[in-house]
């Protein structure tokens, strides 16, 4: 098993945690976008309250560990590796109750590069122990806001783990796989569960829209967040997700591979 001195120096050296990629100036950006509210930030959370600039700054500081000083304007930011892995016990608890429980999963991705592997690990060991990894809206065509405009994508499972494709593109998800934030797939995904009387997801796990998405809507929900995407963060401290890993989300897709083991064999799924 891979013990806490080895991951915390794994965490350090392939920049998922200690000093990351993630600028300040767009961390701070973020935070700012998200006292205003803007939906860009609010990945599909309503806050039960208006949070403050200086509120967000103080709680990512809190539950990243990066530096709540508001005058600390530039450079690189840094995640405190210690949060991380208490970040990960608590998301390896969560997944080891669902297990328990043999509740029916959800899982989504809207960084499908970086993290679809690390995603398609854990619906594998939930199904081995009986979990129903659900596939609901298969093919279904979302309308998403982008940078450039409104585009339209398409929802599609890779080994049980939603992603948001370009039209008419199959295969590998870097063969028309998309980056987005937004709850839209997730809220796709349910509406089209509940409106088949299918069954829901005792736990949606995942990142950015799809947990925050997942848990406006009263669903129990834990996933990976990074220092510049405080919504997950919020969403946890109004207690509508249950665990969030402070990490940077966007370092190479092998590099999540201890991470994998060292969640699996806490929540006794290896």
Do not use: K
């Not at 599909?44 to 200086?54: H, K, N, T, V, Y």
């Not at 199959?170 to 796709?188: C, F, I, K, M």
């Not at 996933?223 to 510049?228: E, N, Q, S, Y």
């Amino acid at each position: 098993m891979l013990g806490t001195g080895a991951l915390r120096a794994h965490l350090i050296e392939a920049r998922l945690a200690g000093t990351i990629a993630t600028t300040r100036e767009q961390s701070l950006r973020r935070y700012r976008l998200f006292a205003a509210r803007d939906p860009r930030a609010l990945l599909g959370l309503d806050p039960e309250r208006d949070w403050s600039f200086g509120e967000v700054l103080r709680l990512m500081g809190q539950e990243c560990g990066i530096s709540a000083d508001p005058a600390h304007t530039s450079g690189l930011d840094v995640i405190d590796p210690d949060r991380t892995i208490a970040g990960l016990d608590a998301f390896a608890d969560r997944l080891a109750v669902a297990a328990g429980r043999r509740v029916p999963v959800l899982l989504g991705t809207g960084h499908p590069h970086r993290l679809l592997e690390f995603y398609a690990a854990l619906a594998d060991a939930l199904s081995s122990v009986g979990c129903t990894v659900l596939t609901p809206a298969y093919g279904h065509r979302v309308d998403i806001a982008t940078r450039f405009g409104v585009r339209t994508r398409v929802l599609d499972y890779v080994r049980g783990v939603a992603l948001m494709r370009e039209p008419g593109v199959r295969g590998a998800p870097s063969e028309g796989g998309v980056h987005t934030h937004s709850p839209l797939p997730v809220r796709t995904a349910l509406g089209v569960a509940a409106a088949s009387a299918g069954p829901l997801p005792g736990l949606v796990i995942g990142d950015h829209g799809w947990v925050c998405g997942a848990g406006q809507l009263g669903i129990e929900a834990i996933g990976l967040a990074d220092a510049d995407d405080p919504a997950p963060f919020v969403g946890r401290a109004e207690g509508r997700l249950s665990a969030v890993v402070p990490l940077d989300d966007a370092v190479r897709s092998t590099h999540y591979r201890p991470l994998i083991r060292y969640i699996l064999n806490r929540a006794h799924l290896s």
